[in-house]
């Protein structure tokens, strides 16, 4: 079944450490979105890619890098710099235009240690 | 700028009432309009979508959706809600050409027996 894999579920971040979520997607999307989730602020867009090696900074970009390297995937790195990592993030693909839905990942929860 | 705004942060309905949650959008052309359905700990399920036509779209789960452009809501309707639907519900609009999407902050529905 086609669809997209984030991984790890649930994730711990110790002070000062970058961390790296992933994000595979088997659909053959060309577009893929990061998304961060605080309770009561539905979804913030932090990053965006429409095509292989390119992607776009979002509403709160700040903290965080991407890379899209393959059309597949599309990880998405909690850097030191972010200093209110802690939420829920999800990851979507699309196939093109805005017209079309996005299909959503299951999530990974990053959590402060 | 486009905007959604989902002016209802929690819901409440009785099991078998009816159910109607507010969507209000902010687009200057023809949107795409999108209704997604969330679990706890879980991505985004697609409800249903309206791009153009038939203002009265059918979805899944026995929802449906009606767009006004007048009034520029796309507010959602189910006639006999379940306990099962109980969850969060996020209204979204799609910037056709653009592959980007801005969605509303969610409603929280609570299904009392």
């Known amino acids: 079944d086609g669809g997209i894999t984030q991984s790890p579920k649930y994730l711990f971040r110790k002070e000062g450490q970058n961390v790296t979520l992933s994000c595979e997607q088997n659909?053959?999307?060309?577009?893929m979105y990061w998304y961060r989730q605080d309770p009561g602020q539905g979804l913030r867009l932090i990053y965006y890619?429409?095509?292989?090696?390119?992607?776009q900074k979002g509403d709160i970009a700040e903290g965080y890098s991407v890379s899209r390297e393959k059309k597949e995937s599309f990880p998405l790195t909690v850097t030191s710099a972010q200093k209110n990592p802690t939420a829920f993030y999800l990851c979507a693909s699309t196939s093109s235009g805005g017209s079309q839905p996005q299909h959503f990942g299951d999530g990974t929860r990053l959590s402060i240690l | 700028a486009q905007s959604v705004t989902q002016p209802d942060i929690h819901i409440t309905v009785s099991e078998g009432a009816s159910l109607e949650l507010r969507c209000n959008y902010s687009?200057?052309?023809?949107?795409?309009l999108f209704w997604y359905v969330q679990s706890p700990g879980q991505g985004l399920q697609l409800l249903l979508k309206y791009f153009s036509g038939d203002t009265l779209v059918q979805g899944i789960k026995g929802f449906e959706a009606e767009f006004k452009r007048s009034q520029s809501s796309f507010n959602l309707r189910k006639p006999s809600v379940h306990w099962s639907d109980a969850a969060e519900y996020f209204c979204a609009v799609g910037v056709y050409n653009f592959n980007k999407f801005y969605f509303g902050s969610g409603t929280k529905l609570n299904v009392k027996p």
């Open positions: 687009y200057g052309a023809t949107p795409y």
């Open positions: 890619s429409q095509i292989v090696n390119d992607f």
């Open positions: 659909l053959n999307h060309d577009a």
